[in-house]
T-cell receptor, first 113, second 115 residues
Framework: AQSVSQHNHHVILSEAASLELGCNYSYGGTVNLFWYVQYPGQHLQLLLKYFSGDPLVKGIKGFEAEFIKSKFSFNLRKPSVQWSDTAEYFCAVERQAGTALIFGKGTTLSVSS | ETGVTQSPTHLIKTRGQQVTLRCSSQSGHNTVSWYQQALGQGPQFIFQYYREEENGRGNFPPRFSGLQFPNYSSELNVNALELDDSALYLC??????????????FGPGTRLTVL
C-alpha cells in the first residue's frame, strides 16, 4: 500500500546531541513534502516544506531536511537539539498541490537536559 | 491575524449518537481540510472543502459529512457514532487556489470520546 513511513517511533537524546529522523514515502511522481511538529499541549505547526528546487531545505528553529528523490526520502535533521525540541514530529506528503496531506505515524522526541 | 479555531475543545458522546464539530478558518483562507488523529497515529485525511464545495475525500464512510459556509467556516458531522470514532479531530485551513503552494494551518483540535 502507498504510504508515508517514519522509521523511529520514539527517540531519546541528551541536549546538544544531533538529530536525524527518517521519512520515506512510496508515491511516484512529483510530491510536496512537509515536516510538522506538535509541542506538548499545542497544535500542529509547520517546521519546513519542500516543493521544488534545492533539495536541502531549512526551516524554523534550526531544523533542516534533505529530499533524496532516488530514495523517496525526506529526512529531518538538527545539529544540536535543545530540551525545548521535545515534541512529536510528523512527516507528510502532498501528492497534488492544494489537496490532502498524507501523514506518517509520527516520531516522539524526548530531549533530556 | 486570527488563527484557526475549533469548537468544542472536548466532547463526550455515546455510541449511536450524532455529533457536529466546528471550525473557523484563518482570515483570507478559502480551503478547509478535516483530519482524524487516533491515539498514537498521524492525522488521517477525512475531506476538504474549497469555496463551499467538497474537493476531495479520504477513506471514511458516508456517515462522515461536512459543510463549508460562505464565510469559509466549516462543520464536520458524524452520524451513528462508533467507539472507534474516538479521536482528535483537526481542522486545517489554507489559502487555496495558488498552484504549488499550500501550507495548511492547523487548529487545536476537538477531542471526541465515544462511550
Amino acid at each position: 500500500a502507498q504510504s508515508v513511513s517514519q522509521h523511529n517511533h520514539h527517540v531519546i537524546l541528551s541536549e546538544a546531541a544531533s538529530l536525524e529522523l527518517g521519512c520515506n514515502y512510496s508515491y511516484g511522481g512529483t510530491v510536496n513534502l512537509f515536516w510538522y511538529v506538535q509541542y506538548p499541549g499545542q497544535h500542529l505547526q509547520l517546521l519546513l516544506k519542500y516543493f521544488s528546487g534545492d533539495p536541502l531545505v531549512k526551516g524554523i528553529k534550526g531544523f533542516e531536511a534533505e529530499f533524496i528523490k532516488s530514495k523517496f526520502s525526506f529526512n529531518l535533521r538538527k545539529p544540536s537539539v535543545q530540551w525545548s525540541d521535545t515534541a512529536e514530529y510528523f512527516c507528510a506528503v502532498e501528492r497534488q498541490a492544494g489537496t490532502a496531506l498524507i501523514f506518517g505515524k509520527g516520531t516522539t522526541l524526548s530531549v533530556s537536559s | 491575524e486570527t488563527g484557526v479555531t475549533q469548537s468544542p475543545t472536548h466532547l463526550i458522546k455515546t455510541r449511536g449518537q450524532q455529533v457536529t464539530l466546528r471550525c473557523s478558518s484563518q482570515s483570507g483562507h478559502n480551503t478547509v481540510s478535516w483530519y482524524q488523529q487516533a491515539l498514537g497515529q498521524g492525522p488521517q485525511f477525512i475531506f476538504q472543502y474549497y469555496r463551499e464545495e467538497e474537493n476531495g475525500r479520504g477513506n471514511f464512510p458516508p456517515r462522515f459529512s461536512g459543510l463549508q459556509f460562505p464565510n469559509y467556516s466549516s462543520e464536520l458531522n458524524v452520524n451513528a457514532l462508533e467507539l472507534d470514532d474516538s479521536a482528535l479531530y483537526l481542522c486545517a485551513s489554507s489559502p487555496g487556489g495558488q498552484a504549488g503552494y499550500n501550507e495548511q494551518f492547523f487548529g487545536p483540535g476537538t477531542r471526541l470520546t465515544v462511550l
